[in-house]
């Protein structure tokens, strides 16, 4: 069973920049596609970014592209996401996810809270 843990939020400046990490236990990480949400507080939860399982194939919502990067390497069982130019909006819970190749989604993380305040 693959379990998962994010780790790297913090208090950043605007204009600032940050690497969350995302820490998979387990053997079948290389398998699944990964997937970074975000929920700011009193609004529905979002999809961020997306890549494929052999980091072939990545997608951005439009208000990050450009700023920031989804990545993965499978030899240590880790994604992440680089952010960078961080605005106040992009405060949240960020959650990592593994999902099946239909896009459904096989498990969440427990989240890492991101503030981004002057």
């Known amino acids: 069973q693959v379990q998962l843990a994010e780790f790297g939020g913090g208090l950043v400046q605007p204009g600032g920049s940050l690497r969350l990490s995302c820490a998979a236990s387990?053997?079948?990480?290389?398998?699944?596609?990964m997937s970074w949400y975000r929920q700011a507080p009193g609004k529905e939860r979002e999809l961020v970014a997306s890549?494929?399982?052999?980091?072939?194939?990545?997608n951005y919502v439009d208000f990050v592209k450009g700023r920031f990067t989804i990545s993965r390497d499978n030899s240590k069982k880790t994604g992440y996401l680089q952010m960078n130019s961080l605005k106040p909006e992009d405060t949240a819970v960020y959650f990592c996810?593994?999902?099946?190749?239909?896009?459904?989604?096989?498990?969440w993380g427990q989240g890492t809270q991101v503030t981004v305040s002057s």
């Open positions: 996810t593994l999902d099946w190749r239909s896009g459904t989604t096989y498990r």
């Open positions: 387990g053997f079948m990480f290389s398998t699944f596609g």
């Open positions: 890549i494929t399982a052999d980091g072939g194939r990545i």
